[in-house]
Structure formats: C-alpha cells, structure tokens
C-alpha cells in the first residue's frame, strides 16, 4: 500500500524556538513530534512532546510509580507561573537523536516495522533531501481506510 496519502506536511522547529512555540507548532498540525532543523535546513534532531513534557513537568519519581498515584494529587499541580516559565525556556535542551528519515515511496508496512522497532509513534518523510512531512500510526490508518474505500 502507498503511503503517500498518510504524510502530513508540517513546519520544522529550530533550536532557539521556545518549548511553547513548538507545542504550539505540534498542536496545529496535530503530530506529536517535528524535526528540528540547522541553519542549512537540515534535519539534525527531533522535538517530541512526550520527551519534552518527561524532561520539564514529570518528576521521575512520578513516573516510576504513577500506577500507584490515583487521581486527587492537587497538591502537586504545576503553577500557571511555573507552566509559564517553563513555556519560555528554549528547546535546544530539550531535542532527541532523530531516527533515519524514511522516504515518501516506503511501503505502509515497512514504516510500521520502522515505528515499531525504533519504538516511536512517527517518523519523518525526507526525499532527496527534501523535507516532505511527518507520518503517524493515525495518518496511516486513515490512509489505509481511504485506500480500501476505493
């Protein structure tokens, strides 16, 4: 199956952005992740909402025994000041290894495997050098769907 029709354009960030600036690019373009790319407009590292949320809001200790937390913790509840501050830092702190980049011609199931076995939930579309977009596990069930529709 062609997956052309699951690649979701998207904006790229760059690491001076704000951690705000690139939720809000995330948000609008509803990925959960964007390339961070160099003066050159390469590709050099990822954004992810998961990593950056884990690294500024997320005490670790939370994390290991959050099965365990329940729902009525108020008492630690971030500040509007604390979340404010925290929207303002830079990214550049924040960026991951980016995974190889597939190309827009990949099989629909080979990029699953790719998802899959790099542990992630999207991947980036580059062809011959070109940013093209990002791909999900939701923009390829839609276009999937749309595919067998036809």
Known sequence: MDMTHGILPT???HPE???GEALQACVDHSVPGLPVIDSDGTITQRFSIRYAF???CIPSDLI????LLGHDLDHLEMSDQSALETLQRPIKDLLETCPP??????QILTALALMEELESSYLFVVDEGHYQGVITHLSLSKSILEQ???
């Not at 290991?64 to 099965?67: D, F, L, M, Q």
């Not at 980049?101 to 990949?106: A, D, F, L, N």
């Open 11 to 13: 904006t790229t960030v």
């Open 17 to 19: 952005m704000t951690l």
């Open 54 to 56: 884990n690294h500024t």
């Open 64 to 67: 290991k025994g959050a099965h």
């Open 101 to 106: 980049p597939i190309r827009s011609t990949t």
């Open 148 to 150: 067998l529709k036809k």
